[in-house]
């Protein structure tokens, strides 16, 4: 008998016809998927319990895959090759959310949303809603479809302090870092920390002029956190930006300010796993795990500790970068954006790919 808080997976052929239920051909074990931001929809895996010689097209690479529970859609993805094994078949497929890494930005026009509507003409399964995307920084533009979808997005919003995501649905949204709690991740136990380079000041060398006669003039400028300074004092880094053109010495610093409020000194030591009732509303009613996705901002509420050297933690809030949901043991993982971003030459580089 099924459990009545089971996910449901169907798959159809590209274009939504043929549709075939997986639990109506074998049982589904292991039936895992995730949630990524910036993105979407991630990844999916389960086992379908068939033997390794019968093989059904309801799985065949390519097809489109949707996780069902409470009546709807809650992941939605593409099927990549089964592979055969003895207790059955693993399959396994990667979202909405990830698609964009499938589609080159080629584009007519170097602006915020001509690459991303062609690829949707193409065949990315995206919408852009009107009037598009509206705000972001655009670097020196690369060569045509020389990027990735994903690339484009991750260019123009990092160092504009924006993330953008899928919803499920498929459509678009573009949107600054968001800050306000909306969930309570309750953790039983303490919650290690480790500190990465403490940097505080970034100085940042940018092109201030070129008069396309072989005269360029460059300049430095600098970006820093005073708060992080006064507390434990400086420690600096450089960047060279002047691969993205010319620029204002207001466009360089802004780069540098907003890596450094990705950046972050502290970070988590591994995901969070949590069971019902550990995530919550901020009015404490608890959350269905598996219709939960990545985005949310959580504050955390742990057993008190010292934290990375800090004798006082405070507040701690967090946006989750990652979420990934069990239906098997019904638990969920969840990762914070930060813990992927304390290498701040990674951080650059996702600003400006190659400086």
């Known amino acids: 008998m099924l459990r009545r808080s089971s996910s449901q997976v169907y798959t159809t052929r590209p274009d939504g016809s043929g549709v075939r239920w997986l639990g109506a051909l074998g049982h589904v074990a292991n039936l895992q998927y995730s949630y990524v931001t910036p993105g979407g929809a991630d990844q999916f895996s389960c086992v379908l319990q068939l033997p390794p010689n019968l093989r059904t097209d309801a799985i065949d690479c390519g097809r489109r895959v949707n996780v069902v529970r409470g009546g709807g859609v809650v992941w939605s993805g593409k099927l990549n090759e089964p592979v055969a094994a003895v207790d059955g078949w693993t399959v396994q497929g990667h979202g909405t959310g990830v698609e964009s890494s499938d589609f080159c930005a080629l584009y007519n026009i170097w602006n915020f949303n001509d690459a991303l509507n062609e690829a949707i003409a193409r065949g990315l399964r995206w919408s852009n809603p009107s009037p598009g995307i509206t705000a972001g920084w655009l670097a020196q533009q690369p060569d045509n479809a020389s990027i990735t979808i994903t690339d484009f997005l991750n260019l123009i919003t990092v160092q ?196």
């Open 160 to 355: 504009s302090g924006q993330l953008w995501n899928i919803d499920r649905w498929g459509r678009l949204s573009v949107f600054p870092l968001p800050n306000v709690v909306n969930r309570l991740l309750v953790s039983t136990s303490p919650v290690t920390r480790t500190v990465s380079n403490d940097i505080t000041t970034v100085f940042l060398k940018y092109e201030a002029s070129d008069d396309g006669q072989g005269n360029t003039t460059y300049n430095v400028t600098d970006a820093f956190s005073q708060a992080n300074i006064n507390r434990h004092g400086p420690v600096e880094v450089y960047s060279d930006l002047s691969s993205a053109g010319v620029m204002t010495q207001a466009a360089a610093t802004a780069v540098g300010t907003n890596v450094l409020a990705r950046y972050q000194r502290a970070s988590f030591a591994g995901p969070f796993t949590v069971r019902y009732g550990q995530l919550l509303t901020t009015g404490g009613t608890p959350v269905d795990l598996g219709c939960e996705r990545a985005g949310t901002v959580a504050r955390l509420l742990v057993t008190d500790a010292p934290f990375g050297g800090e004798d006082f933690a405070g507040n701690i809030t967090f946006i989750i970068g990652a979420y990934q949901y069990s239906d098997e043991t019904g638990t969920a993982q969840i990762t914070p954006l930060q813990s992927a971003r304390t290498d701040f030459a990674s951080l650059l580089s996702l600003v400006l790919p190659g400086a």
